[in-house]
């Protein structure tokens, strides 16, 4: 008889990252472009919980989530450091890299896992820590499949990326700009970069036993 787990994997530590990575990568999906409520992993116990309903009107323009067993940490804020050319010590959030996803395909619920095709991404500063946003394409999607880098996406949709992640944490009333620089869009070969560099620094964390419970900020 077939072994049955008797619980649910955690997504972020026990879920592969599958083999092809970085072409290919597993990603679970926190939220979707319906939400309008933002959704974030608890990394503790591996539920799927309501962080804070969104202030404004603007939604995540893809399906957005994380890429199992990775870390943005020293190694991910040295790599963002030297293509800043920056001086200055960079650190990474401390948490899973985040991906987002594109797709022709409404997916109406996150708390999903599905695979993705990396092609570019956002170099993000927040609150001076390294917080890269993956772009990638939905493995076998009819409108994106033939994609294969960043800069063959419309200019518009990534427009749309970039004001998410530039407005999504303002609060109405507030006259204090927003903690979130994005200092440029990168194509596929630093996107298979970024990755390649959180999973060593996630086998870093792991091998460390350092248990950082800094996602939900």
Known sequence: MAHVPQFQAHPWHGVPIGPEAPGIVTCYIEIVPTDTAKFELDKTSGILRLDRPQKFSNHCPTLYGFIPQTY???????????????????????????????????????????????????????????????????????????????????????????????????????????PVQVTSVYGRSHAHRAIRQSMADYRDLVGQGKGEQRRGR
């Open 72 to 178: 943005c940490g020293d190694g991910v804020g040295a790599l963002c450091a030297a293509s800043l050319r920056s001086r200055k010590k960079i650190r990474g959030d401390g948490d899973p890299m985040d991906i987002c996803i594109l797709t022709e395909r409404p997916i109406l619920h996150g708390n999903i896992l599905v695979r993705a095709r990396p092609i570019g991404g956002l170099k993000l500063l927040d609150r001076a820590e390294a917080d890269d946003k993956i772009i990638a394409v939905l493995e076998g999607d009819g409108m994106y499949s033939d994609v294969s880098d960043v800069g063959e996406v419309p200019e518009g949709i990534i427009d749309r990326i970039k004001h998410y992640f530039l407005t999504y944490k303002e609060l109405p009333g507030s006259r204090r700009a927003p």
